[in-house]
C-alpha cells in the first residue's frame, strides 16, 4: 500500500483514538505491515474483558491494531462489491468467487503472519491475496485479463499469486493448496529457517485423500504449517450435513494426533488470536494446527450474484448468518472501545472508495497480453 495511503489510515486511528480519550503522535508508520507486525507484536497475550458478547478491548495498540483489522475487511468488501456491480459489463471475462461474508478469516489469519511467511489460496483466493498484502493494481488488472496483471493475464480470478507478499499461488483445484503448502513447510523445516506456511482450503475439501495424507505427513514431521479450513457448510450446492458424519471438523486433525482449534470465523479478532497461537507453536518447532473457522459465503458460489431462491438454501438461514457480518461484529467492537462512529467510519470509504475507482480505471484501460506470448510459460 502506498505511503499515502497509509498516512490518511493513521489520521483516521488518531481521530478514532480521540474519541475514545487516548492521546496519540501524529507520525505515519512508514508501511501497513510495519503496523500490523507491531500491532500484533503488542496483541499477543494481552487480556481482554467480555461483557455481554462484546470483547472490550483495553489497551490503544488493541484499539489501534482492530481499527486495521476494521479497515482490511472493509476494503475487501467494497473491492468484491465493485467487481460484483461491474461484472455485467462484460469486461471481467472469468469466473469470480467472492468472499463476501468471510473476509475475518483470511484478515485474522494474515495479520498473524509476517510477509515472509507463505500462503496458498483456493478457487476462492481475492480476500487471502489482498490480506496478505498483495498488488491490488495487479489483482485487478488479472482479472481484467491484461498484460499488468499478477500473472499477465493468464489465469484470472482463480489464479492470484503476490510471492513478494508471501501469497504463493491460488489453485482452483479442490484440495490443491493443501500439499504446495505442506511442501513449502517441509522446505523450511529443512533450511532450519522459522517461516510459516498456510493452507487455505474450504469444507469440500476434507473429502479430498490429499487432505488426509498431508494431515498425516505434517504431523508426523512436525511441520510448521497452518491447515485454514474456512467452513462455509456449502460444497458448491451440497450441505456439510449431506456429506459428513455429525461430528466436529476439528476430528479430523485429531485422528492424527494433531492440534486443533475451533473458531468463529466472523469474528476477526478471535480468528487473529488463535492463529497467532497456532503460528507461535509452529515457529517454536511444535508442529502443525488445523483451524475451523465457521463462516457464510453471502453470494453465490460462482458468480456476482444472490441465489437464496434456487433452494440449496433458504432466504432464513441467509439473514440468520448475515446478522454475523464481520464488519458489523468487529464494529460493534470497536464501538464498546469507543474506537470509531459513523464519521469514522464514513472516512475510511470514501478513502477505499477512491483508491477502488482509480484501480478499476487503470485496469479497463490497461493493455492486454500480446498475442505471440501466449505460448510462454506452457509446459505440457
Not at 499477543?44 to 462484546?54: A, L, N
Not at 459513523?342 to 470509504?349: F, G, H, Q, S, Y
Amino acid at each position: 500500500m502506498i505511503r499515502g495511503a497509509l498516512g490518511s489510515l493513521w489520521n483516521i486511528i488518531i481521530e478514532a483514538g480521540r474519541l475514545a480519550g487516548l492521546s496519540l503522535g501524529r507520525g505515519a508508520p512508514a508501511c501497513s505491515r510495519s503496523v500490523k507486525a507491531l500491532a500484533s507484536r503488542v496483541r499477543v497475550g494481552r487480556e481482554r474483558v467480555v461483557f455481554d458478547g462484546v470483547v472490550a478491548l483495553i489497551s490503544n495498540e488493541e484499539r489501534h491494531f482492530a481499527l486495521t483489522l476494521f479497515r482490511d475487511i472493509l476494503r475487501i468488501r467494497l473491492i468484491e462489491e465493485a467487481i460484483a456491480s461491474r461484472y455485467a459489463e462484460q469486461e471481467m471475462r472469468c469466473p469470480v468467487h467472492l468472499s463476501i461474508g468471510q473476509e475475518a478469516a483470511a484478515v485474522g489469519m494474515c495479520a498473524a503472519l509476517t510477509p515472509d511467511d507463505r500462503m496458498f489460496s483456493t478457487h476462492r483466493c481475492h480476500a487471502h491475496y489482498l490480506a496478505k498484502g498483495g498488488d491490488l493494481k495487479a489483482m485487478m488488472a488479472e482479472i481484467y485479463g491484461k498484460a499488468a496483471g499478477c500473472v499477465g493475464g493468464r489465469g484470472g480470478s482463480m489464479h492470484l499469486q503476490d510471492q513478494a507478499a508471501g501469497l504463493m499461488a491460488s489453485v482452483p483445484i479442490v484440495g490443491g493448496s493443501i500439499p504446495m503448502a505442506v511442501g513449502t513447510a517441509l522446505s523450511d523445516s529443512l533450511d532450519g529457517n522459522d517461516r510459516v506456511s498456510v493452507a487455505c482450503f474450504g469444507d469440500a475439501a476434507i473429502e479430498e485423500g490429499v487432505f488426509h495424507e498431508s494431515m498425516n505427513f505434517a504431523e508426523l514431521r512436525k511441520l510448521p504449517v497452518i491447515f485454514l479450513l474456512e467452513n462455509n457448510l456449502y460444497s458448491v450446492y451440497t450441505p456439510l450435513a449431506e456429506r459428513q458424519p455429525a461430528r466436529p471438523l476439528t476430528d479430523c486433525a485429531r485422528a492424527f494426533g494433531m492440534t486443533a482449534e475451533a473458531v468463529d470465523g466472523n469474528d476477526a479478532l478471535a480468528v487473529h488470536a488463535t492463529a497467532a497461537a497456532a503460528v507461535a507453536r509452529a515457529r517454536a518447532g511444535q508442529g502443525p494446527t488445523l483451524l475451523v473457522l465457521s463462516t457464510y459465503r453471502w453470494r453465490e458460489h460462482c458468480g456476482p450474484n444472490y441465489d437464496n431462491s434456487i433452494g440449496y438454501r433458504t432466504e432464513a438461514e441467509f439473514e440468520a448468518w448475515k446478522v454475523r457480518d464481520p464488519l458489523a461484529v468487529l464494529r460493534a467492537q470497536l464501538t464498546q472501545a469507543g474506537a470509531i462512529d459513523a464519521a469514522v467510519e464514513a472516512r475510511l470509504v470514501d478513502e477505499l472508495t477512491g483508491e477502488i475507482d482509480a484501480v478499476f480505471e487503470f485496469a479497463r484501460s490497461a493493455p492486454f497480453p500480446v498475442p505471440a506470448q501466449a505460448q510462454e510459460f506452457v509446459y505440457a
